[in-house]
Structure formats: structure tokens, C-alpha cells
């Protein structure tokens, strides 16, 4: 019997990867660390950015209080809406008209308005300002969670001084900014109510001097079943407008409250403080990001040569 020829492969040479890795690991590791190394340094290099923050919570219960008056203030075109939700005030904070009220505020280190910190001049030109109220809107960032409606503001700067008072200072702007818009309409409500109550005390009156006219002219009216009708429907028109004018003039007072209400309609969780430690550049972050690079930069390097060197 002839005996099976079995056929005598060679062995698989191991990948190109794994011989690189294993004559090449200490050199690729050594290269890692000083990469790390190097990043770590450059991290001292780059200008330190502090980030301090802050949260509040807005009133959104109704600001209208239009009480009795709401079906008519609809019927002649006046909205009456709830208080602003918590993605107003987001879409609020990074405003240009919030950005440049934020910029005539004063720094509490320097007593300086914060346009100082981004325009060194004391005379700056319209598109060095329009550059300060892009970087200003670009330090802050503004959030709102819609389950619990808190909403959390930071900002950004390389001084924590700076970062601390940008904050705070759009948390007093956006107060200052509920106060002046509740104050206007109540001022709003309060004219439209006055004219209203106006006019229904003229038609009290006018019901009433009817009624008044007519029992002058029909002394023994009960003996008479019309002129009893007649009666009758001048005294609920008396009656509704008594109502009216007893509800308008309730609003009428309410509406003057609130006209000089400078109530806080947000409440501050938490204020801004100066950051104890930066918020970039994260040494940390600088080193794993120089590990990675430098044993990539090495593994390629060894990885060229090997190819390089290889006969064809």
C-alpha cells in the first residue's frame, strides 16, 4: 500500500503589526510618555480659562391677572399669556440687546464695564464692538432643564473675576428685564382698565338714571303688568352693569399694584463665585490626548521604515 504523501507547508510569517510591537514596544512606549510629557507642558503654555456658574428658577405662574376682565380684554384683541418659560430665558441671555446691556456693565475687580475686557480702548469703533458681543455670546452658555425648569447658566473668561461677574450680571439682567416687561404690562392693563371702567360707570349710570326716570313717571307701575316687565328689565340692566363695574374696578386696583410691583419673578439657586481651578486647559486631558498621539506618531514611524525595508 502506498503510504499518503502528506505535503510540508511552510509556516505563516506573523503579521507585520505584531513584529513591529514586538521589537519596537519599549520605543513606541517611550515615545507615548514623552508625548504625555510634552502635552503636560504645553498645557502650562495655554492661557488658563475659568468657568463659573450659576441657576434660577423663573416664576412662571400667570402674569396677566385678568380676572373678570379676561373674556372682554379678548374679545377687543389684548393677550393674556402665562410668564415666560424657561427656554425664553434661553433664547433671552444670548440677545443682542442682552449682550450689549451685559457690556455696560461694571467688572467688580476694576469697577470697569465689561467692554473694557474685550475692547482695550477707551473709544472703540462699531465693529470692535460688534467683535465683543460675539465673544461675549460665545463665553456663555445657557441651558434649561423642561422636567424641573431650572435654568443653568456659565461663563467663560481668563480671568475668574470676570467669569463670576459676566454670570451674576446676566442673571440681574434678565431680572431687571422680567421686572421692566411685567411693570409695562400692568401699565398696559391698568389704561385699558381705567377706559373700561370708565365706560361702565357712565352705563351704571345711564341704567340707573332710566330706572330713576322711569318710577317718576309710573309711581303705581305694579298695578300694571307691562310696566312691571319694564321695570324689571331696567333693574337687571342696572344690576349687570353694577357687576361689571365692581369687577373692572377690582382689576382696576390690581392692575396699579402690579404697575409699581418690583417683585424678583426668578429665584436664584445659585450665584455665580469666582472658579478656584481652570476649567481649560485639563492637564489630565492634555496628557492622555500626547500619550495617544505620540505612540501613533511612533507606531507610524516604524511601521513606514518596516515597509520601506522590506524586499519586493
Not at 75 to 102: A, D, H, I
Not at 274 to 296: N, W
Request: contains cysteine; charged residues 20%; glycine residues 4%.
Amino acid at each position: 500500500m502506498n503510504s499518503l504523501l502528506v505535503p510540508d507547508y511552510e509556516a505563516a510569517p506573523p503579521p507585520a503589526v505584531l513584529v513591529l510591537l514586538s521589537r519596537k514596544w519599549r520605543a513606541i512606549a517611550m515615545c507615548a510618555v514623552g508625548g504625555a510629557v510634552i502635552a503636560v507642558l504645553a498645557a502650562f503654555l495655554v492661557p488658563s480659562r475659568y468657568t463659573a456658574n450659576a441657576t434660577f428658577v423663573p416664576d412662571m405662574r400667570d402674569a396677566s391677572r385678568s380676572g373678570d376682565l379676561g373674556s372682554l380684554a379678548m374679545q377687543l384683541g389684548v393677550v393674556t399669556s402665562s410668564g415666560p418659560t424657561p427656554q425664553f430665558y434661553v433664547n433671552l441671555s444670548t440677545s443682542r440687546s442682552m449682550m450689549e446691556s451685559l457690556l455696560g456693565q461694571q467688572n467688580s475687580s476694576t469697577h470697569a464695564p465689561l467692554v473694557d475686557y474685550f475692547v482695550h480702548t477707551s473709544h472703540p469703533t462699531p465693529l470692535q464692538l460688534e467683535h465683543a458681543v460675539q465673544q461675549l455670546r460665545a463665553a456663555i452658555s445657557v441651558g434649561a432643564d423642561p422636567k424641573t425648569g431650572i435654568v443653568s447658566l456659565s461663563a467663560t473668561a481668563k480671568d475668574p473675576r470676570v467669569a463670576a461677574d459676566i454670570a451674576n450680571a446676566l442673571v440681574a439682567e434678565l431680572q431687571r428685564f422680567n421686572v421692566e416687561r411685567r411693570k409695562s404690562q400692568a401699565s398696559a392693563r391698568r389704561r385699558f382698565v381705567e377706559v373700561q371702567w370708565r365706560d361702565s360707570q357712565d352705563s351704571l349710570d345711564a341704567a340707573e338714571h332710566a330706572a330713576e326716570s322711569f318710577l317718576q313717571a309710573n309711581r303705581s307701575y305694579q298695578s300694571s303688568p307691562e310696566l312691571t316687565f319694564a321695570y324689571a328689565r331696567l333693574q337687571r340692566q342696572v344690576s349687570m352693569f353694577q357687576e361689571l363695574a365692581t369687577g373692572l374696578r377690582r382689576d382696576l386696583d390690581q392692575a396699579r399694584i402690579d404697575e409699581v410691583n418690583d417683585t424678583p419673578v426668578i429665584t436664584v439657586i445659585d450665584s455665580a463665585s469666582a472658579p478656584v481651578s481652570r476649567s481649560f486647559p485639563s492637564k489630565r486631558s492634555f496628557a492622555l490626548a500626547g500619550l495617544f498621539l505620540g505612540a501613533l506618531l511612533a507606531f507610524g514611524f516604524f511601521y513606514w521604515g518596516l515597509r520601506t525595508a522590506r524586499p519586493a
